[in-house]
């Protein structure tokens, strides 16, 4: 069973309605990023982080996986499927794939800010005063620009192995997300699916761009990876 891994950003949950910061002209929801998504921002008014992420929460709720999250998850049927995803939504999952890395956390769960390691699932708003069992405030589950990416490393490690190798609405702007396709061996078909795609340089690998949504680019894949069983 050929092993493939999908490396998904905004683009693949706007067409379920979630909006994406680079369509917003530098701001997320009329926020400036670094307010809301950043240590600073943090320290600076967490009580405007905690409502910002509370409407993101509530919002992901009301949405639903589109026809490419479906796709993938039926590929599963033929292939060795790994999904990496720059999102913090749960839609891949309510799609129906079961190998899901998020790098950038889940907006689904909250963590410590004491212990990075207390990590608990929540659906409902985020309040000041919502502690852990050591009485230590609660925060998004997020990772901030400028913090660590914790899941890098394993997701190299699932990307070096890969068979086919598929970006889906990124524009490959954030890293080190950005630099995965770089630990793609050179022998492994690259596919890259966004409206507007960013130009790569210097990858070895035999690339298909499809200037095309994540939906009508994951149709016309799919058929192409079956035709290969």
């Known amino acids: 069973m050929k092993k493939i891994v999908v490396l998904t950003g905004a683009g693949i949950s706007a067409e379920s309605g979630i909006k994406t910061f680079r369509d917003a002209d530098g701001l ?10 950043s240590p600073i921002g943090w320290k600076n008014n967490a009580e405007l982080v905690l409502d910002f992420y509370n409407k993101r929460r509530a919002q992901l709720q009301t949405v639903r ?17 790994h999904i990496i995803t720059q999102n913090v939504d749960d839609l891949h ?42 009485g230590n405030q609660l925060r998004p589950h997020i990772v901030w620009f400028g913090e660590d990416v914790p899941m890098i490393e394993n997701a190299i490690d699932i ?20 630099g995965l396709m770089n630990y793609v061996d050179e022998s492994v078909p690259v596919y890259y699916i966004d409206p507007n795609p960013a130009t790569i340089y210097d990858l070895p690998n035999e690339l298909k ?21």
Do not use: C
Request: a negative charge; proline letters at 3%; aromatic letters at 6%.
């Open 28 to 37: 997320w929801e009329g926020h400036d990023i670094m307010e809301v998504a």
């Open 65 to 81: 996986p589109n026809k490419a999250h479906e796709i993938l998850a039926e590929l599963e049927n033929a292939f060795d499927m």
């Open 93 to 134: 999952e309510r799609a129906g794939s079961n190998k899901v890395i998020h790098l950038h956390g889940e907006l689904l769960k909250v963590r410590s800010v004491v212990d990075e390691n207390f990590v608990i699932d929540w659906k409902h708003d985020l309040n000041l005063g919502d502690f852990d069992l050591e």
């Open 159 to 178: 990307v070096e192995t890969a068979d086919i190798f598929i970006i889906i609405g990124t524009s490959l702007q954030v890293y080190p997300a950005a």
């Open 209 to 229: 761009v499809l200037p095309l949504t994540a939906v009508e680019g994951m149709k016309i894949i799919k058929a192409e990876l079956l035709s290969l069983e």
